[in-house]
């Protein structure tokens, strides 16, 4: 019913090889930057008063 060759194999082992590593660069795009935000410390803004307005 199916005519499976080598090279028909090497296309589909190929392709999943080639969508795994395209699904894990995409996971590791999207987790990497949260991971960096959820670690990096908060700082909250200041700004520093002229003398005139602490008066």
Do not use: K
Request: charged share 15%; proline share 4%.
């Amino acid at each position: 019913m199916f005519n499976i060759d080598t090279a028909d194999l090497q296309r589909v082992v190929t392709a999943i090889v080639g969508a795994l590593v395209l699904s894990t660069a995409c996971v590791g795009a999207a987790v990497v930057p949260a991971r960096a935000a959820e670690t990096a410390p908060v700082q909250a803004a200041q700004v520093q008063l002229s003398d005139e307005l602490r008066a």
